[in-house]
């Protein structure tokens, strides 16, 4: 439900979950990478997460490890023109579309590109997914979607016109590849990446047997609205938990 | 096979099967959210469950934790005003919709809501899938379709509103958002919840190839019928074995 | 490949895997129930096996047990008038149409029930699934349609007509109801059921996007001849190993 | 991304990836079977993969495993007549088609068979799927579609003509049946199958849904062409790593 409005006092006391160890923004990357790769974010070896720190440097996740054996140690740490500063690894050589988004939306602490199950359906279709629920409604507005595909990623010049695309869109569908998603922070980030997600999949599955009635814009917006501000209450704990007892070696 | 006669008088006297240790409402509880996550009960932190006690308190699984992690230990006790009597975490303030429920309906023992994976393909659909076999008829009469998206669920009046909505009906689709089901005790509950997911999942499937042949509405309430009345033998206690192999802890 | 034709005489001498333990028939029946599950005969507690064995008694799965937890111990022993001789548990009410079978069909030495993923489909379509794929054509001839869904399985009457509509057919779609499979023998039953599980599953991807090309029937026919008289080869053996690297304990 | 340019000098001195320990190439035939296990070629006891070596023997799986279960040890060796050379196990009696395309394409180091989860969907469509994303995009061409189902795989006449309908072709639908890859090396061969099995299952989707905009097929030329001549990098590596974490036994 989105609202933050509680029920008793007695149990706003309370906490709403135990909490987690301490965690770097190395441990944060890791668990990030691990949970969208059991939402469906898991294309091999593709896909890219930067994490914006507050000396303006980035965080990375290397080149060659997929998203579901990433550990905190592996995290590479880059500047703004993309020189490796630390980390035992390679970088994507596709990062120049995360550096041109860094240095035009100072907004966005983390960005996030794959090629999820469901959403990749859409790039491929080339069409906007309705919103049909709830759930599909957590993120305000449409994603981008970037038809043109003329050019490599890793081109400065191809990079920001994706960028100039994007606008002030929260997610895009890239055009016959994947999707890219944009958010303050990574708790942020991860719920709009599991969001557009599910939207994808549910859309899917309603024109599979002849579409369904979409929400009401206006509802859309009022649900989505107070995820601009702040984050779903105790969702990424809840999916950080889970991560950690699946592997708690991850934070190593 | 719906029906309790047994073939011989030997076996009469014999077990289904082993038995459960003995379990606490808390720790019966947490086997049903635990249930109905494997079945795709699965939305991330959605999701609430209240269970009537016989001193008309409810207990009610925390906001904060998945359904796939909760112990029994991590139940919450409220009034039917939502006041927390017991328990260390918080309560969802979609819980007005549930105490209103419970206030109106004193057959109802158990309420569930959440966004399961194909119940929710059909509020998205805003139509009632149809009944094409025996497994999708154990629960008697269609759900109910409550279109009405105007409120927020933790408003009173909306809370009332959608409970006129449900009427007599065992289970309903929530337009645009989810499912809610009802039942006497945990295993109805548990029951009616996985043959909606059932029915709207071969429902979908039928659909999306054309079409098939719905089962004779006689037929479907003669095969309800009985799960009106009492459980489908063994099921609960079955689905409950599973839990525990897969996570003795739960009990905790 | 549905042939026993070798290359060379030095690998004729080979063993095709590693040998399975001395398997009891009980241990037998529990390995082919925690297979089916696996490919999709997973509704929850339905279904039934009758495994006839050479004094003309019968084995059977409880009825109060799931496919995936049941042991070699947990099987019952029934004569062909369905009184229970042997067992901890008891049997479904349902067994009438098996004993019927069993009493019709000299031929049969196993026969299956349940509600499988995708057969299921079918039976709620009422309607054959084509041949698509050698894979599919394992098994001979189309699956009879039986419609009629008058009365109660547990009836003998019932159990007759179901019994003289599958006439010589190796399986059958029990219309909005399920599948019904019989083999001369374990490995037989298996190979049938996941042949008409997979038959199912492509037929209906194929017809979602349009409809294919169906085998030619006399290819069907020429796959399928030898598996009505030899095992593929190694294949029940596979299986074996699979469930019993998964759990050793189903042999207790 | 299909590129192999690195942003830094610095990090073009990093390993990929932590090293893998030394493979032999039964080694590696057995990881490749587990890997593309994995990824949906896993119809029970089908497929074969044969892996040329140095010297013109073949490395093979046996005929009696299934390709989750394989160890490096169970690998067998034959020469291009299809004669055991070594191994305790089986040899698949559809060799022969195998050994034709060795004898034909000495640019081939390994061929892959199997009936494999969304390839099969097209073979048993009879149509080529698409090419709707950048994933997709990664082997160059279109499969061949290798029609004529008259005679059986293990004869010599039939195999040359299955060779000659795929010609220099990268991958195959055999209709009705299943697929067929080839590739340089084992890293080749894993790259072309996942991404044949990744596009079949992307097309499907996109047409379920009434279809989508297919790759400009000069886009897909150059997406190709690098792999053609080089490896994806790390790709290969990354799901050895996967497989050895999930069972390290499989190197014995």
Chains 1, 2, 3, 4 share one sequence.
Not at 57 to 73: C, H, I, Q, R, Y
Not at 96 to 123: F, M
Not at 200 to 215: K, Y
Request: hydrophobic share 45%; net charge negative.
């Amino acid at each position: 439900m989105a609202t933050t409005e509680v029920t008793s006092n007695a149990v706003a006391a309370n906490p709403l979950a135990p909490p987690l160890p301490d965690l770097s923004p190395q441990a944060e990357l890791a668990l990030l990478a691990r949970m969208l790769f059991r939402e469906g974010y898991d294309d091999h070896l593709a896909g890219h997460i930067t994490y914006r720190q507050p000396d303006d440097t980035l965080l990375v996740n290397p080149f060659g490890l997929t998203w579901d054996e990433l550990k905190a140690s592996d995290v590479m740490r880059i500047d703004l023109d993309g020189n490796v500063l630390d980390g035992k690894w390679t970088v994507t050589p596709a990062i120049p579309l995360h550096l041109e988004l860094h240095k035009a939306r100072h907004d966005v602490g983390v960005a996030v590109h794959n090629h999820p199950r469901w959403g990749t359906i859409w790039a491929d279709l080339q069409r906007i997914p309705g919103v049909y629920d709830q759930t599909s409604a957590q993120v305000a507005g449409d994603p981008a979607l970037y038809a043109d595909y003329q050019g490599a990623v890793n081109d400065v010049g191809n990079a920001r016109r994706a960028v100039d695309a994007l606008g002030d869109a929260r997610m895009a569908l890239l055009a016959n590849h994947g999707v890219f998603v944009v958010g303050r922070d990574i708790a942020m980030a991860h719920h709009r990446c599991i969001t557009l997600e599910w939207r994808c999949r549910q859309a899917w599955h309603v024109e599979a047997v002849g579409g369904g009635v979409p929400l009401d814009p206006e509802v859309h917006g009022r649900f989505a609205k107070p995820f601009d501000h702040i984050s779903f209450p105790g969702l990424w704990e809840a999916m950080a938990r889970r991560e950690l007892r699946a592997d708690p070696g991850l934070l190593d």
